[in-house]
């Protein structure tokens, strides 16, 4: 017998940057009914599957492959795509979700598509500024897309429903913008690579230290790596004869943010989001090849309302490193500036997205929100 608790369907992935605002908004749901059903669907990257099953949700996964593989694997793109397209239809007509969350990324896609030929409401959640390009592709499927920046809603056709949300992120992140900010001695510099890692950002700091042997002589260094570069990182700071706490992830990042009186970081859109709530000033070093240049684009918002300074990703890891001393000097070493950037970070904090979300899903369930030409109900 089917449970009468609903099903809130979230699909794609990939990284975390994508993961943590749908776990942000399934926290939230099964906050308000303790009975609702959550479900994950998603791509095979084993980071993903950990962290939605280390957060008490079952993961599903589709054989669906990305846009960039068309030219070089057309007839596997094509086959795996559509097996995916035929398991999500299956599953949807199965379980009948309330709505599904597309969480962007290319394992969105078939999960997406299949709902809205089922009648099933569909709901997008873009975090960055160029909205991607499975939102965009998807949008026209979707009864609401949700926004975190208002320059993203141009990229959309006038028929595609938006609503500027902000962008989900844990609740223990969000009421970090309820706490005052006060630095902390000795003072903390914090360095994310994303969920991931960042192996040409990690390269550049190893570097920044051989360049500057005295740069943040009395700091704390707390330094994300990703899986793959902990353990070479961990050895060059051995070698370098530095300290430093290295980790290849962190899962207590509020802790995290709470120390840190500057962070080093990719400019992916929910590490911007929950920096924002925190307050933390931050050096962006946006990831060179994200798709349409996105994370440029983040971090010229934070740029231009003071809260962060860009570092741009060089050649090579020296030519970087010399570039983020460029940027770092000034903030590092003088508090009253990192006081000035730490106010304008916390302006753009969004702390009530994830309730602006879920109102939003709540509208499209019950139709008041457009349907996409041809919908059902």
């Not at 608790?5 to 975390?16: C, M, V, W």
């Amino acid at each position: 017998m089917a449970s009468s608790s609903p099903l809130f369907l979230f699909a794609g992935g990939g990284t975390g940057g994508h993961l943590f605002p749908g776990l942000s908004v399934a926290e939230a749901l099964r906050g308000r009914d303790p009975g609702v059903r959550i479900q994950f669907v998603g791509s095979e990257r084993s980071l993903e599957r950990a962290l939605v099953i280390q957060h008490g949700y079952d993961h599903r996964t589709l054989p669906s492959e990305p846009l960039t593989q068309l030219w070089r694997k057309p007839w596997s793109f094509a086959w795996r795509n559509w097996r995916a397209y035929g398991m999500a239809r299956e599953w949807l007509q199965q379980d009948r979700p309330a709505a599904v969350i597309g969480l962007g990324g290319f394992a969105s896609a078939p999960v997406v598509m299949a709902a809205y030929r089922l009648g099933i409401p569909a709901l997008l959640l873009e975090q960055n500024a160029i909205p991607g390009r499975s939102t965009r592709w998807l949008s026209r499927w979707a009864r609401v897309v949700c926004l975190s920046y208002p320059q993203s809603v141009t990229y959309f056709q006038s028929r595609v429903e938006t609503h500027l949300t902000g962008n989900p992120i844990r609740a223990e992140i969000a009421a970090l913008a309820r706490v005052e900010r006060v630095e902390s001695e000795p003072p903390t510099l914090l360095i994310l690579g994303g969920s991931q890692g960042a192996q040409a950002l990690n390269a550049a700091i190893i570097e920044m230290w051989k360049l500057q042997p005295q740069f943040f002589a009395g700091w704390n260094v707390v330094h994300q790596t990703g899986v793959a570069q902990c353990a070479a990182v961990q050895h060059e700071y051995q070698a370098l004869s530095r300290t430093a706490e290295v980790a290849p992830f962190f899962y207590d990042m509020d802790q995290r943010y709470q120390a840190a009186n500057l962070i080093i970081s990719r400019a992916g859109a929910t590490t911007l989001a929950e920096l924002a709530c925190t307050g933390v000033p931050a050096i962006l070093v946006p990831y060179p090849s994200a798709a349409d240049n996105h994370q440029w684009h983040n971090a010229q918002a934070f740029e231009e309302a003071g809260a962060a300074r860009t570092c741009l990703q060089k050649a090579t890891p020296q030519e970087t490193a010399r570039e983020l001393i460029k940027q770092l000097t000034g903030v590092a070493d003088d508090q009253k500036r990192r006081a000035e950037m730490s106010e304008a970070m916390r302006s753009l904090a969004q702390p009530a997205a994830t309730e602006q979300v879920i109102e939003a899903l709540d509208q499209a369930i019950s139709g008041k929100v457009r349907l996409p030409p041809g919908g059902q109900v």
